[in-house]
C-alpha cells in the first residue's frame, strides 16, 4: 500500500550488524496537519531532509549488515579451517615419526631402507616419485609413504584456501567499517539538523515520533495461522519498550530486523539477519489477510521491517531513542507480507 503524504517521523537502524532502521510513520497515519500548497517554510524544509537521512542511513545500515552476517561466516570457516590444518599438522607429525622411529631402528641394525630418505627431504612428494621410478621402495613403505604424500598434499591445500578465505574476510570487514561510517555521517547531520530546529518544533517532532507507541491492541478473533508465528508475536509483544540499539538483535535491544530475528528465534525458528533477506523467509500474501506473527516489508528495497500485531498496526524497532512500539501499519508504504 502507498503513502504519499510527508512523513513526520524518521526511520530506524539496523545492525551490526542486523538489519534495517526503523522509520516512524507517514504524517497523517500519525494524525498530523499536512502543510498547505504555500511554499513550505524552512523547518518544513529541514524536516523533510531529516527524513531523507534517516532512510539514507537505513539503507546504508542494510548493507553493514550484509557486510558484518558475510564478516562473520568467514570467521566461522576460518576458525573451523585452522582446526583441521592443526589436526591434519598432527597426523603429518605423526606419520613422519612413526617412519622416522623405523629410519632408526634400520640405521642401528646397519642399513637404512632408502625410501625412508623421504624424511631428509625438503621435497617428499619428489623423492617419492624418483624412489617408486627407481624400484627401491617395498610395498608396506610406499603405503606409508604415498599416505604421508597425499596428508602433506591436503595440508598444502587446506592452508591455501584458508589464506583466501583470511583475504576475503579482511575486504569483508573493511565494508563492515566503511557502512558503518556511512550509517554513523548520515545520523550525526541528522541530529544536527534536528537540534537546529526551534525548540517547539523539536518538541513536536520528538512527540509525532513516538505517538501511537505504547499501548496494546489485540483484536478480538485475530489469531496467528501458526503456532510458531504465535509464539513470534508474543515474543515481540513482551519486547515493546525496549530500547533501539543499532546493529543489536536481543534481548535488551533491537533494530529493525534484528527484533524479527530475536522473536522468531524464540519460536525456534532461525531467520536471516537482514530485512531484505527475511523478506523471502516464506510465502508471501497480501496485505489484507496480514494476520498476527507475519513480517511486514517497507519500501521497494525492503529496507525496514516489523512484525504484523492485528488491528492494523506492527510491532518494530523504529530508530535511535525510541523504543520497541506498535506504529500503523500504513506508516510507509509495504512491500511486501511475509508469512514465515
Known amino acids: 500500500m502507498g503513502s504519499h503524504h510527508r512523513r513526520l517521523v524518521p526511520p530506524g537502524f ?10 516512524l510513520s507517514a504524517a497523517a497515519a500519525l494524525g498530523a496537519v499536512q502543510a498547505g500548497p504555500a511554499a513550505a517554510a ?15 542511513a537505513e539503507r546504508a545500515t542494510e ?41 632408526g631402528a634400520q640405521y642401528r641394525a646397519g642399513g637404512v631402507d632408502p625410501s625412508l630418505i623421504l624424511l631428509l ?30 596428508a602433506l598434499r591436503d595440508l598444502a591445500q587446506e592452508r591455501e584456501e584458508t589464506t583466501g578465505r583470511l ?35 523539536r518538541a513536536e517532532y520528538d512527540r509525532v515520533s513516538r505517538a501511537g507507541g505504547t ?41 529493525c530486523s534484528g527484533l524479527m530475528q530475536w522473536s522468531y528465534a524464540q519460536a525456534g525458528v532461525g531467520l536471516p539477519r537482514t530485512s531484505q533477506a527475511q523478506r523471502y523467509a516464506g510465502r508471501h500474501v497480501p496485505l489484507s489477510e496480514a494476520q498476527p506473527g507475519d513480517l511486514v516489508l517497507y519500501r521497494e528495497d525492503a529496507s525496514h521491517v516489523g512484525m504484523y500485531a492485528g488491528n492494523g498496526q506492527v510491532i ?25
Not at 549488515?65 to 592443526?86: P, W
Not at 574476510?169 to 530546529?197: C, G, I, M, P
Open 14 to 23: 539496523n545492525r551490526g550488524a542486523s538489519a534495517a532502521l526503523c522509520v
Open 215 to 255: 499501548h496494546r491492541s489485540d483484536p478480538a478473533g485475530a489469531a496467528a495461522p501458526s503456532a510458531r508465528a504465535a509464539a513470534a508475536i508474543a515474543a515481540a509483544r513482551a519486547a515493546v519498550g525496549r530500547p533501539y540499539v543499532w546493529g543489536a538483535n536481543g534481548p535488551h535491544g533491537f533494530d
Open 121 to 150: 627431504s625438503e621435497d617428499p612428494a619428489g623423492y617419492l616419485d624418483r624412489a617408486a621410478a627407481l624400484d627401491r621402495i617395498s610395498a608396506h613403505h610406499a603405503g606409508e609413504l604415498k599416505d604421508l604424500q597425499r
Open 42 to 56: 524552512p523547518s518544513d524544509d529541514t524536516r523533510a531532509e531529516v527524513d531523507r537521512l534517516y532512510e539514507e
Open 167 to 201: 583475504k576475503r574476510l579482511e575486504k569483508s570487514r573493511s565494508a563492515v567499517a566503511e557502512h558503518k561510517r556511512t550509517v554513523e555521517h548520515k545520523l550525526a547531520k541528522a541530529r544536527r539538523l534536528l537540534n537546529s530546529l526551534p525548540a517547539e518544533e
Open 316 to 340: 518494530h524497532a523504529p530508530y535511535p531513542g525510541a523504543p520497541v512500539r506498535y506504529d500503523p501499519v500504513g506508516m510507509m508504504p509495504v512491500s511486501a507480507v511475509t508469512r514465515v
Open 63 to 103: 548493507a553493514f549488515n550484509k557486510a558484518d552476517e558475510r564478516a562473520g561466516t568467514l570467521r566461522e570457516q576460518v576458525g573451523a579451517a585452522q582446526d583441521r590444518i592443526a589436526r591434519q599438522q598432527e597426523r603429518v607429525n605423526t606419520m613422519r615419526d612413526a617412519l622416522g622411529s623405523l629410519a
